[in-house]
């Protein structure tokens, strides 16, 4: 009992990453799967076609590759317009900046059907064609919150003095910003510019609404679902998990290896 006591968080947080990880484990042992039939949900013989050949499905890899576009400049947009709005709010003093730190988490509360469907309104309002523009915009609203907590956080933490002190010797503006605030905000923008690839990338809701005729990635897992699953997309994922992990063990390196280089 004295054990459990004292380990209980321990053995809670290894179930609970155990349960979040177990369907990517799923998805990776299906992609060596060669199924019978249309879908891949029981498990038939172990092959590496899919591997080999990991854009043999028609429309695939076009639909990754949107995805990917769409995403980058997605969270590029989010990014540089997120960071200059959490600066302005935590930096500045200005009318209805009470009201704005307020709707800034509508995004993030609001069901993304409500906010699909009154983008689709504007869009259509507006007489705009629908595709890849159009959810592009999209996917910058919605991530622009995310974006702004982020990086706001971390601006409401940064020190004062020490971009004092850099004027103090004689550092302008440019040079204060680019040499002291930006280093010290980056982890925060970082964060933010990371969180924006990732719904952006993995949207489907906003996406459906707003796509027309081009096929997103999502979109066309969603479609492929109904015709049958191919193990191409189990590829897809098993790659995609395994370069998040990759990206999180090479971080907590280069973490440990700067706290060891800071250590005297």
């Not at 076009?62 to 769409?70: A, D, H, K, P, Y």
């Not at 997103?216 to 679902?225: C, D, E, I, R």
Request: proline fraction near 5%; charge should be positive; hydrophobic fraction near 55%.
């Amino acid at each position: 009992m004295r054990w459990i006591r004292r380990n209980v968080v321990a053995v809670a947080g290894l179930l609970t990453l155990a349960y979040m990880i177990l369907p990517n484990l799923v998805v990776m042992v299906f992609s060596f799967n060669k199924p019978k039939g249309r879908f891949n949900y029981a498990w038939q013989t172990f092959s590496l076609d899919a591997w080999k050949d990991p854009c043999g499905v028609a429309d695939l890899c076009g639909s990754l590759t949107l995805s990917f576009q769409i995403a980058v400049w997605a969270t590029i947009g989010a990014t540089v317009l997120g960071t200059m709005i959490a600066f302005a709010l935590v930096r500045y003093r200005f009318r209805a900046r009470g009201a704005i730190n307020s709707l800034i988490f509508l995004p993030m509360a609001m069901p993304e059907v409500v906010m699909a469907a009154s983008l689709l309104t504007l869009f259509l309002n507006m007489g705009a064609e629908l595709g890849f523009w159009t959810v592009l915009i999209a996917h910058i609203m919605f991530c622009l919150s995310f974006v702004v907590t982020a990086v706001k956080a971390r601006v409401m933490s940064m020190d004062p003095k020490l971009e004092e002190a850099a004027r103090d010797l004689y550092a302008g503006p440019v040079q204060t910003f680019v040499r002291v605030t930006l280093p010290i905000a980056a982890p925060g923008i970082a964060a933010g510019a990371l969180l924006a690839f990732a719904l952006s990338f993995d949207d489907f809701i906003i996406t459906n609404f707003n796509a027309g005729s081009s096929v997103t990635f999502p979109m066309f897992v969603w479609g492929s679902a109904q015709r049958g699953t191919p193990v191409q997309i189990n590829v897809i994922g098993t790659a995609m998990f395994a370069v998040a992990v990759l990206m999180v063990i090479g971080g907590q390196l280069v973490g440990n290896r700067r706290k060891k280089a800071a250590t005297p």
